[in-house]
């Protein structure tokens, strides 16, 4: 089955600076990498996807980036704020999804 | 709209009993899947239905875990003689994908239950 990996576990900025977010998965088959960002004790909401037939997706100060041959995906957080601090959940899969054991962003005033 | 529901949102449960939690999709998605999230964790895959159709049950860690959507809306996640490693927050989540592949899903607030 898929395996995914999600680097870092915790990465802590100060509000303004860049964040990013690196996973890789195993299985070739996989054609869908969502990511969730999970406040505490709130539901994971999706933030942004990326589809296999596309390398690169933004949505204002968020984009991610999919290199299928080397199977990594990457979340890119630009001018973070306070409230961007969260667990973000990397996922890949074709018919059900595999979650990474998430990344804590903690973003300084 | 009305997004997906979940409830108990909290159940506590003694050693052994059984436990029914359920999941209200959002109206018209097909597809429904199950999660359990451990504390610190990522949620990791039990089941997924499409419509009525049990289509992967792989994740169930146990046959102790049972889960139903009989007319392909509401579904139940039934845990029978829990036991401690049970407690984690149970997450579902629906989407309306109706073909093989992925589409967005949509989560659930979760339920967590805590097995004394």
């Known amino acids: 089955g898929e395996n995914v990996e999600q680097h870092p576990s915790t990465l802590s900025v100060q509000e303004g600076d860049s964040a990013v977010i690196k996973c890789t998965y195993s299985?070739?088959?996989?054609?869908?990498f969502p990511w969730y960002k999970q406040e505490l004790g709130k539901r994971p909401q999706l933030i942004i996807d990326i589809r296999s037939n596309v390398g690169e997706k933004k949505d204002q100060r968020i984009a991610v980036t999919l290199n299928k041959t080397a199977k990594h995906f990457s979340l890119h957080i630009t001018e973070t704020q306070p409230e961007d601090s969260a667990v973000y959940f990397c996922?890949?899969?074709?018919?059900?999804?595999?979650f990474g054991k998430g990344t804590m962003l903690l973003v300084s005033p | 709209g009305a997004g997906v529901s979940q409830s108990p949102r909290y159940k506590v449960a003694k050693r052994g009993q059984d436990v029914a939690l359920r999941c209200d999709p959002i109206s018209g998605h097909v597809s429904l899947f199950w999660y359990q999230q451990a504390l610190g964790q990522g949620p990791e895959f039990l089941t997924y239905?499409?419509?009525?159709?049990?289509?992967?049950k792989s994740g169930l860690p146990s046959d102790r875990f049972f889960a139903e959507r009989p007319e392909g809306s509401v579904s139940t996640l039934k845990i029978q003689r829990t036991q401690q490693e049970d407690s984690a927050v149970y997450l579902c989540a629906s989407s309306l994908a109706s073909v093989s592949g992925t589409d967005t899903q949509y989560f659930g607030p979760g339920t967590r239950l805590t097995v004394l």
């Open positions: 996922a890949a899969g074709y018919s059900t999804l595999t």
């Open positions: 299985d070739s088959a996989s054609n869908y």
């Open positions: 239905f499409q419509n009525e159709a049990q289509l992967d």
